[in-house]
């Protein structure tokens, strides 16, 4: 079974500009979980998908990050205008329900490293 | 609320050498208890949990961690390092259905 795919793996923008950062889960996955990682800092977690519905955003910091997830399938993570602050590695992470997340079955990707200068 | 606090951001073995990566955690109600690994260019994996029953959970690739209730710990530890074993560790804390994680732990693991 393919993995949580994202891309891209690394990104390198000025502040100001826009990025979108994609996650493409494990089929069949329908909850979708999006954490950063500022580096040296803990992973936080910034939302989460069920299916096309936004279940928790709690943890998105402010108004420049939107997140989609059209079609219950891939999501997208647009900053915009990116901040130097935004820098960090996005996680994107899939599982087949909830119970299977919270007892820690979650399947990771590998993470878009973003650096904003 | 929850948190997680590990012990040392890098933590230094020689191979062969036993591994112990340090987590202690706050939590109003008995949590779920993981720790997770990183290998380089890869995601998080999970390495072992705690969610109920025996205390000592064993985990892939050797390792294995005891949830101490008393003293609000969730320690990693593997009898013999291996060059392996070098990666990133997280231990994370779920009460609800959604982990909070610790800052992570590098372990460097020389010959």
């Known amino acids: 079974e393919a993995g949580v795919t994202q891309f891209p793996s690394h990104s390198v923008i000025e502040k100001g500009q826009t990025v979108t950062l994609r996650c493409d889960p494990i089929s069949g996955h329908d909850n979708l979980y999006w954490y950063r990682r500022v580096m040296g800092k803990e992973i936080k977690f910034l939302l989460h998908f069920v299916k096309e519905s936004k279940q928790d955003e709690s943890g998105m910091p402010n108004n420049r990050f939107l997140a989609e997830r059209t079609g219950g399938t891939y999501s997208t993570l647009k900053v915009q205008p990116a901040e130097l602050e935004d820098s960090g590695v996005y996680f994107c992470?899939?599982?087949?329900?909830?119970?299977?997340?919270?007892?820690?079955?979650?399947?990771f990707g590998s993470g878009t490293r973003l650096t904003v200068v | 609320a929850q948190s997680v606090t590990q012990l040392g951001s890098h933590v230094s073995v020689s191979e062969g050498a036993l591994v112990l990566l340090r987590c202690n955690y706050s939590s109003s109600v008995p949590p779920y208890l993981f720790w997770y690994v990183q290998y380089p260019n890869q995601g998080l994996q999970l390495l072992l949990k705690y969610t109920t029953g025996a205390t000592l959970v064993k985990g892939i690739n050797g390792f294995e961690a005891e949830f101490k209730k008393s003293e609000t710990s969730f320690h990693l530890t593997k009898p013999s390092a291996h060059m392996s074993d070098a990666a990133e560790y997280f231990c994370?804390?779920?009460?609800?259905?959604?982990?909070?994680f610790g800052r992570g732990t590098s372990l460097i693991v020389h010959p």
């Open positions: 992470a899939s599982s087949q329900d909830w119970r299977q997340g919270a007892q820690g079955g979650y399947t």
């Open positions: 994370a804390v779920s009460r609800g259905y959604i982990p909070t």
